[in-house]
């Protein structure tokens, strides 16, 4: 059995505020929120999905830029079922880590745009 561990960041380097940012892999779910452009969140001593037998992960986000997602497009009831129907799926190539060896690593999701992310990965010496 394969001994990854990782720490985990979600970093948005769009121009976009991203709003309800998740990543979706497997049986696991990263929940990272509001993002800002140029600001990120990272999660430590996060395990991989076990079992996963997928290269492709989804980044779901709602782009609070678009026309009439923003709180102040009108009432929050409304703005609620808009943004409801509104989410940006954004699938990423996860095949690498798929391949890791036993070790630790830092683990780099970056949205570069509503239509474009990857991933940087780094094998850390010592946890």
């Keep these: ?12 380097d769009s121009t976009n505020h ?3 940012a998740k990543i979706e892999w497997g049986d696991r779910g990263i929940s990272v929120g ?3 452009p140029g600001k990120g969140a990272t999660l430590l001593d996060f395990g991989l999905p076990s079992g996963v037998k997928t290269n492709v992960a989804v980044i779901r986000f709602i782009n609070e ?7 102040d ?3 929050n009831d409304q703005v609620r079922a808009r943004r409801e129907t509104s989410w ?4 990423i190539d ?10 630790y690593y830092e683990i780099t999701f970056r949205i570069l745009s509503l239509t474009n992310a990857d991933i940087a ?7």
């Design 121 to 127: 990965i780094q094998k850390r010496e010592s946890k």
């Design 1 to 12: 059995m394969s001994q990854v561990g990782a720490d985990i960041t979600v970093q948005n």
């Design 34 to 36: 509001v993002m800002p």
């Design 65 to 71: 830029d678009a026309p009439g997602l923003s709180w």
């Design 18 to 20: 991203l709003d309800w």
């Design 94 to 103: 996860v095949s690498r880590l798929l391949q890791l060896v036993d070790g």
């Design 88 to 91: 940006t799926l954004l699938p």
């Design 73 to 75: 497009s009108g009432s």
